[in-house]
């Protein structure tokens, strides 16, 4: 028997949704994500976690369907949270700066301390003006 390539569950309270999704996300399965988000929205619903335990593979197209969603959530008063990614997401979201995602914050509102987020990674100095490069000439002291 051949499983589908993503499965999309949602199990609302009230106002709130939790969106399971097991599988693969890509560009033939991500409208199914986007759909699912979109439909939130339209159902009045503005606190969407998404279970992403059962992910088995996930491309940026994934991430960039969870920014969309997350900006018109936030728009609307709402938040959008992903709890357990795979460490692909979890890369993804480190590299592009958008940890709201996965500390449920509104979209573009990051006010957390130095250390709290969700992904160690060693912090960057901050960038100055670059040194002229030093010269060594053979046989020079």
């Known amino acids: 028997m051949h499983l589908p390539p993503l499965t999309v ?4 309270d009230k106002n709130r949704a939790l969106i399971t999704l097991a599988g693969e996300i890509d560009l033939e ?16 619903i503005r606190t969407v976690d998404v279970d992403l ?5 996930c491309d940026c197209s994934a991430l960039n369907a969870f920014l969309h969603a997350s ?23 480190d590299i592009a700066g958008c940890a709201f995602l996965l500390l449920g914050l509104p ?15 060693s912090p960057v100095p901050p960038r ?7 010269v060594l000439l053979s046989g020079a002291v």
């Open 9 to 12: 569950r949602r199990h609302d």
């Open 29 to 44: 399965t991500v409208p199914l994500v986007r759909a699912s988000l979109e439909q939130c929205l339209r159902d009045g």
């Open 53 to 57: 335990t059962s992910l088995t593979f």
């Open 71 to 93: 900006q018109r959530l936030t728009a609307a008063g709402g938040t959008l949270r992903l709890h357990h990614p795979p460490s692909a997401l979890v890369l993804m979201v």
């Open 107 to 121: 979209f573009g509102q990051l006010s957390i301390p130095p250390g709290n987020a969700p992904t160690a990674r």
């Open 128 to 134: 100055g003006p670059v040194p002229p490069p030093r």
